[in-house]
């Protein structure tokens, strides 16, 4: 298959100018090779992620100075598509489209994959969501924990292989140029990442401090993508109370369950399952950074968690 290209486009869009920063460029290529290696050692966690891997990247640099930040509008990321190029009658469906009304009836088209699995009876929706919610929370949990490593799995950057009985089987992530991780995780593993470093430019590798890295699996994965994935399922079929948060909660709280053999100290393990399952949810501060003109990527605020009323 070819590759996918990306290239900044100079628009504002969602919350960010459409950039292609020296800090993708090096660190997309980097971070998808890491987590290659990684998959390749690990059977488990390889049967239920895929990625699309960064194999080049490239930006203008300033023949003088050396320095790269005019061209975050003349760059260029090559992905590796053989993902795509599948045997196994999987169907890659990108989580926002999930979302959009489909061109026959202006139901999601989740609603689509629901009603292949049964009558839409909130049984079936509640079936439905928790084997999507293990897909999605399984392996985003096992890179986090095992490994330290953060990618951004929300709505456009997460794809889940269905199949033809529309059943969700993995997941399937792309854009790793904004990728966060925690280097003594994965070096204890016997890994190593070479980081960005350049003045002015906030890193996405940390040695000490892991909550930035937290923070990024909380905001993408579960407060942009699986929180809103469980808003559309209940407005649709007006499910009971909280049960999609409640689902949400078990699938969480198995996935510890099933790490914590492996996690590096139970001390690690105890706060961060806190601080998925009974902490606020830290999101980042979207129209603060707009009015500060992105001095800071990282500003956050906190919401509250809707899996601690879920029990």
């Known amino acids: 298959p070819r590759p996918f290209i990306k290239l900044p486009v100079a628009i504002w869009l969602t919350s960010e100018q459409r950039t292609l920063q020296a800090k993708s460029i090096h660190m997309g290529p980097r971070l998808s090779t890491l987590i290659s290696d990684i998959l390749a050692n690990e ?7 895929e990625i699309f891997t960064e194999e080049l990247g490239a930006i203008l640099r300033h023949p003088d100075t050396g320095d790269e930040h005019p061209g975050r509008f003349l760059s260029v990321v090559f992905r590796n598509t053989d993902a795509l190029a599948r045997t196994d009658g999987l169907m890659p469906v990108t989580v926002a489209a999930l979302l959009t009304a489909g061109p026959t009836d202006d139901r999601p088209l989740i609603c689509e994959l629901i009603a292949r699995n049964g009558n839409e009876a909130e049984a079936d929706v509640a079936a439905f969501f928790r084997a999507y919610a293990r897909t999605v929370i ?6 986090y924990l095992l490994y330290g490593i953060a990618f951004e799995a929300h709505q456009q950057n997460s794809l889940v292989l269905f199949n033809h009985a529309g059943h969700p089987r993995k997941l399937l992530i792309r854009d790793f140029g904004d990728g966060r991780s925690f280097a003594p995780l994965f070096e204890e593993r016997g890994h190593c990442l070479k980081p960005f470093t350049q003045r002015g430019i906030l890193p996405t590798t940390f040695d000490e401090d892991i909550s930035l890295v937290r923070s990024f699996v909380i905001d993408a994965c579960f407060v942009c993508h699986l929180h809103e994935v469980a808003l559309c399922l209940t407005e649709l079929y007006g499910l009971a ?23 590096s100290s139970d001390e690690f393990w105890l706060r961060e399952r806190a601080a998925f399952l009974e902490d606020p949810w830290p999101t980042r501060s979207v129209l603060r950074m707009h009015l500060e003109r992105y001095r800071d990527y990282r500003v956050e605020h906190q919401l509250p968690n809707p899996l601690t009323e879920a029990e």
């Open 43 to 49: 059977e488990d966690l390889r049967d239920t992620l």
């Open 138 to 143: 399984r392996p985003t949990l096992a890179m």
């Open 241 to 263: 109370g909280n049960s999609p948060w409640r689902i949400m909660r078990e699938e969480t709280e198995e996935a510890f369950d099933a790490l914590r053999p492996r996690v």
